[in-house]
Every structure is written in C-alpha cells, then in structure tokens.
C-alpha cells in the first residue's frame, strides 16, 4: 500500500527493534493471574459488572471481555494498600484514592485473587517487586506470549 506525504509507517519487530532510531518499546510484567470477576461500579449500587481482570505486578487491570486489547481502567498495585475479604465471595481492594469492590465465582477463587494481591503488596512493602512474579509462579499460571514478528505502527506525521 501507498502513503501520502502526510502519513507516516514505522516497523518494529516484537522481539526488538529494527530500527536505531526508532523508540524503545514499552516493558510489561508478565501476567501473574487472570479471570472474570463482577466489579461493583463506584456508584455503590448492587449491580455488578462482569470484568475480565487480569494482574500483573504493576497494574491490576480490567476489560469489558477476555477479547479487548485495551483495558477500561487500570490499579497500580503501587497504590494499593490493602486487600480484605468483605462477605461471601466478594473481596475489597483499597487504594488511596478509591476503593474497589470484586466479586469472585467461589469463596475459593477469590481467596485466591486475595492471596496473590497480598504477596504483590507485601513485596512492594519489603523492597522486592522485581521478583514477586517469580516467587507467585507457583501458586498461579503465568500467561506466556508466544508471539514474534513485526509489528506496523501507521498514523499521520505530526506537524
């Protein structure tokens, strides 16, 4: 395809860049846990929304499906500080700015979510946030990306 003086074409592989000049990508932590949880809406009400969520050990983000590339909200677990159970399957996270309200499918599941949330604070507390997604390997499937090859970012050139 052909493009006009106004668009612009840039090619990075997945597996690094291709071109010297061209920025560097951006990093993220592999995905420590991932599932469906009902999210109360700020409002409060008693209607859930059904969230795909998934962990990683800088953000706690959340999707309208399992499908969507791009989150509607995210939580940096640096801003979380605490994690409590609330009642039959439904689980609290606070942060100093809001406080978000889930809902898991079993008290087992979200015994589980709580779990992993309390190992990735307690890592930020003592220091150690480069590991925690080693040392929580073993509790929980660690999504692996198998993918490679190049990527074309497309756009118009800025003024």
Same mark, same amino acid.
């Given at each position: 395809?052909? +493009? ?26 592999? *995905? ?7 999210k109360? /809406? ?10 795909? &969520?998934?962990?990683?050990? !800088? ?6 499906? !399992? #499908?969507d590339?791009?989150?509607k909200? +995210? *939580? ?6 605490r994690?409590?159970? *609330?009642? !039959?399957? #439904?689980?609290? &996270? ?5 406080? +978000?309200? +889930? ?6 599941? =979200?015994?589980?979510?709580v #779990? ?7 890592r930020?507390?003592? @220091? ?10 073993? *509790?929980?499937?660690?999504?692996? &990306? !198998? ?6 970012? =497309? @756009?118009?050139? /800025?003024?």
């Open positions: 395809s052909s +493009f006009s003086s106004s668009e612009s074409s840039s090619v990075y592989s997945t597996s690094g860049s291709i071109s010297s000049d061209a920025p560097e990508l951006p990093h993220y932590s592999p *995905i420590i846990k991932a599932g469906w949880l009902d109360n /809406p700020p409002q409060g009400s008693y209607i859930y929304q059904k969230r795909w &969520v998934k962990l990683d050990n !800088d953000y706690l983000r959340y999707y309208d499906t !399992d #499908k590339m791009y989150s909200r +995210f *939580i940096p677990t640096s801003s979380i500080t994690v409590t159970n *609330i009642g !039959d399957q #439904k689980f609290e &996270v606070i942060t100093v700015n809001r406080n +978000f309200v +889930f809902r898991a499918e079993s008290d087992a599941e =979200r015994s589980r979510w #779990k992993v949330l309390h190992q990735i604070i307690d930020r507390k003592s @220091g150690d946030s480069e590991r925690t997604h080693l040392c929580l390997h073993n *509790i929980c499937n660690i999504e692996t &990306v !198998d993918k490679s090859g190049y990527l074309e970012l =497309r @756009g118009c050139k /800025p003024k």
